[in-house]
């Protein structure tokens, strides 16, 4: 496994999820906050059927390959996962960062893999993001701009 022959070359390794493409795109404005964070960082998003569990049958909006690949591209990133179950639980617990990262919208005791991170010496941070963009507001968005428009042409 890449991170367990990593781990004596790296002091800590971050770990990150996400289960849509628009809270990754925060992440490009940010990248800098995860390198001041620690040394290697591996982003977990759900998989396609965990989003649809978690968000209904028209989600995701981006196929995960599709966001995978978006998400590596980011300097900052190190190694992109996919998980299927609907929390980041497993992935924790295989990975065991010194690090879990999650969006400031989320408190400390509601992250998923917190108690699990915390019992084996490393710490939880929250960031904040540049902007308050998400799937769901982007595709009310949409929705909002295309149904004025088609109103006004019909």
């Known amino acids: 496994m890449i991170i367990k022959e ?3 070359e790296f002091q800590r390794y971050l770990k990150d999820e996400s289960n849509s493409i628009s809270t990754n795109i925060k992440k490009v404005y940010i990248p800098e906050t995860y390198e001041e964070l620690g040394d290697i960082l591996i ?3 759900n998989s396609d059927s965990s989003v649809k569990k978690i968000k209904g049958e028209l989600r995701p909006v981006v196929p995960q390959n599709e966001r995978a690949f978006i998400i590596s591209q980011l300097k900052a990133v190190d190694y992109v996962t ?4 609907e929390t980041p ?3 924790i617990k295989v990975l065991l960062p010194d ?3 999650k969006g400031a919208d989320w408190s400390k005791d509601k992250i998923v893999g917190s108690d699990i ?3 084996n010496g490393g710490k939880v941070e929250t960031i904040k993001f540049v ?4 799937t769901t507001n982007i595709i009310k968005t949409i929705l909002e701009k295309y149904k ?4 006004m042409k019909n």
């Not at 902007?131 to 998400?134: A, E, G, L």
């Open 43 to 45: 982003v977990a998003i």
């Open 117 to 119: 991170v915390e019992n």
């Open 6 to 8: 990593k781990q004596e």
């Open 148 to 151: 004025i428009e088609w109103m």
């Open 82 to 85: 996919i998980f299927d179950e």
């Open 131 to 134: 902007n308050n963009t998400s």
């Open 89 to 91: 639980n497993n992935v």
């Open 99 to 101: 690090i879990l990262v």
